[in-house]
């Protein structure tokens, strides 16, 4: 198995799994905080931001399970709308635990530095399982439909499933890190406006959403590894 990048072995993964979780619970508590003094529509619009932390978008979907302990099949909140502005909930089948053995399992596997695949998912989906954006990608790692097609999932709803997601986007990110010869920042702008604009633009695009994508993954990684022992 080829490990990632900067991978620790398990125990530097665990470390950066706990401090993912503080670093998501502590961006909600701020994001309730400023939302409370001045309410933001464009988070009601806007999957990624209101699916709250790691863990308590995770607890929201345990709490919509059966009390007998039956598991009940993933769900979609829908209203309305077109299906291009169709929202979907966390997996009811997906608990804290779960998604963290899927981490456990899939961050190892592939050449992707594991602080860097959690930073990614942090901004992306704010690991809710069933993000779905405006323009329409879909899960932990909100990849396009037609993205994931090329990678294998063929049937859109199931990258509303974490471990399908995950092998996805990694697969998906570590292609592009070895496109770019492990230029992250590249990769990064590819996974965010596509490889044909870091090629047109030879370099990362003048795109604001994209630079400034660029540096919420840099400054989430970088809060990750605060207080890391130095190898």
């Known amino acids: 198995m080829i490990g990632p990048v900067g991978y620790t072995g398990f125990s530097g993964l ?10 998501s619970e502590r961006f909600e508590s701020i994001q309730q905080h400023v939302s409370e003094m001045q ?11 209101d699916a709250g932390s790691f863990r308590s978008a995770l607890n929201r979907a345990q709490e919509r399970q059966p009390t007998d302990g039956k598991k ?3 769900l979609a909140e829908t209203d309305s709308a077109p299906d291009a502005r169709r929202r979907a ?21 592939y050449n992707v530095p594991p602080d860097l695949a959690l930073s990614v998912m942090q ?6 399982p069933g993000a779905r954006s405006p323009k329409g990608a879909l899960g932990l790692m909100q990849l396009m439909p037609h993205t994931a097609a090329s990678l294998g999932v063929e049937d859109e709803n199931d990258l509303f499933e974490p471990q399908v997601n995950l092998q996805a986007g990694l697969t998906h990110l570590s292609n592009l890190l070895s496109k770019y010869n492990g ?11 596509g490889a044909g604009a870091v090629t047109r633009y030879g370099g990362v695009p003048p795109f604001a959403e994209t630079q400034e994508y660029i540096r919420k993954v840099f400054d ?12």
């Open 14 to 23: 665990e470390r950066v799994l706990k401090k993912m979780m503080e670093i």
């Open 39 to 49: 309410p933001d529509p464009a988070i009601e619009k806007n999957p990624r931001q």
């Open 220 to 231: 989430i990684r970088r809060r990750l590894n605060e207080g890391a022992p130095q190898s």
């Open 72 to 74: 009940t099949e993933s």
């Open 123 to 128: 901004v992306e989906s704010n690991f809710n």
């Open 183 to 193: 230029n992250e920042q590249l990769a990064l702008a590819a996974y965010n406006a």
């Open 89 to 109: 909930v966390p997996s009811a089948t997906t608990t804290e635990k779960e998604l963290m053995d899927v981490l456990r399992q899939e961050l190892p596997k």
